[in-house]
């Protein structure tokens, strides 16, 4: 049913609503509980679609999930698992419940320790290649804002790995909203009690440990050697799930110079763009002044969009909305400037900002495939990083522009605030990106401001480069048992494989690497 956004937040109206829907006489005991809400703000007046359970002269049992996990200390059947992103982690999980000892091995640090490094990041711009907002526990999700949304539903079960955070200390709302989101803040303490769980019953989780090398025989993977400090040391694997992320270049270097079959594969790259929270408030909710965004804002979350445009053969869009949130610096190695964001569980600082992306194909990374074959998108890519780097100023000080300044072709004098804690240069924006992809986000934002009235603004801000949206490396596997086509105890797994875009993805996806693995394995 549609209510009112009061209502859809009030448990006490909710059901006087779900009394006078069902003509339920007065004096009737009911419970209720909503199982799904989601907004419709197509109009003027904004409406809150609800589905709700009643349950008439009885109570509503609370809602009881909780994963089987088997103790595998002396487990016989192994899995090496490279990368404790949400691909990995989940992975992890899957070979708890089918009794298989999960061994994780993590080049970051923990979640906590990791912390340490994104502040030298965004205080000191000192970027640790090992650890920062991509590497570490967790993976880039932990610290890019926690959505849960994926349009994958066909590649795993959806609500099974929602339920699975739900029972690591994830709010049930997650359960409900039709777009949830735990928050950056929240994730960590979620993905320090899936560790435990992964240690308490008997898997074991190694940091600081990179994958450097390993030995082939006769299609098979038979020892990883991995850097830990120091030193090195060699484990003997029976199958090895890669899920390393999309920001693990040396894994694809790694993999081309062992003659392992890897492909070039298309990408996005542009700019994020940071408006103030309110102006998206007042555009996506129709209020046309402070008291009507005030009363929007009572009882609806800060506002999102979702935007594409084709401009010249190119898609222009929007990725990693972030309502009420920050933007990050992602570097992953020194010399370059890469930029993402994330939210916190309340979405509620004062800017939203967006990634505004142009969709690249094989021809517009053509001209580097004679030097690097498969790594010729790869090299594109660090490119534009290294080249944001240098007109930063050679910091973590990100090239920007005042949006309004972009769209007329002038250097902005100042720049609005911006959330973007190493600080922005003012630049002109073309120089970072090159004609071909800064003309095709213009033609991409003058569509976005028809569609959005109030959105291109000097209140605006672009900042550069977002980079990062997905691997520009493919690491191809069989289509039914998921395997490697050269290597048959290697599972490309998650984002970093080209397999998954999102935490929820990359989760499902780990599940069914580990599935095909052990269980629907048949040679």
Known sequence: MQVSPATAFNEALLKEKV????????????HIKTLRRSIDARNRNIKIN??????????IEPMVFKVNYQQVQEATKTCHIIGAGPAGLFAALRCLELGIKPIVIERGKDVKVRRRDLAAINKAHIVNPESNYCFGEGGAGTYSDGKLYTRSTKRGDVEKILKTFVQHGADETILIDAHPHIGTNKLPQLIEAIREQIITHGGEVHFDSKLIDFEVKDTVIR?????????????SVQQVILATGHSARDIYELLHHK???IEAKPFALGVRAEHPQTLIDSIQYHCGNTQDLLNARTYLPAASYSLVQQVNGYGVYSFCMCPGGIIAPCATAPGEVVTNGWSPSKRNNPFANSGIVVGLTERDFAPYVKQFGPLAGLAL????????????????????????????????NTLPTCSYHPGVKSTNMRDVLGHGIANALQGGFTAFGKKMKGYISNDAIIVGVESRTSTPVRIPRDRERLHHPQLHNLFPCGEGAGFAGGIMSAAMDGERCVEAAFVNRTV
Not at 19 to 30: D, I, R
Not at 50 to 59: I, K, R, W, Y
């Open 19 to 30: 009394a006078s829907e069902l003509q339920l006489p007065k004096a009737t005991s009911f």
């Open 50 to 59: 609800v589905s709700v359970l009643v349950a008439v002269n009885e109570p």
């Open 223 to 235: 020892t990883l050697r991995i850097q830990q400090g120091n030193s090195e040391v060699e484990f």
């Open 259 to 261: 003659a392992i079959i």
């Open 381 to 412: 890519q660090q490119q534009f990083e290294r080249t944001a780097w240098q007109l930063g100023g050679q910091t973590q000080t990100a090239p920007a522009q005042a949006l309004q300044d972009f769209m007329n072709g002038k250097l902005s």
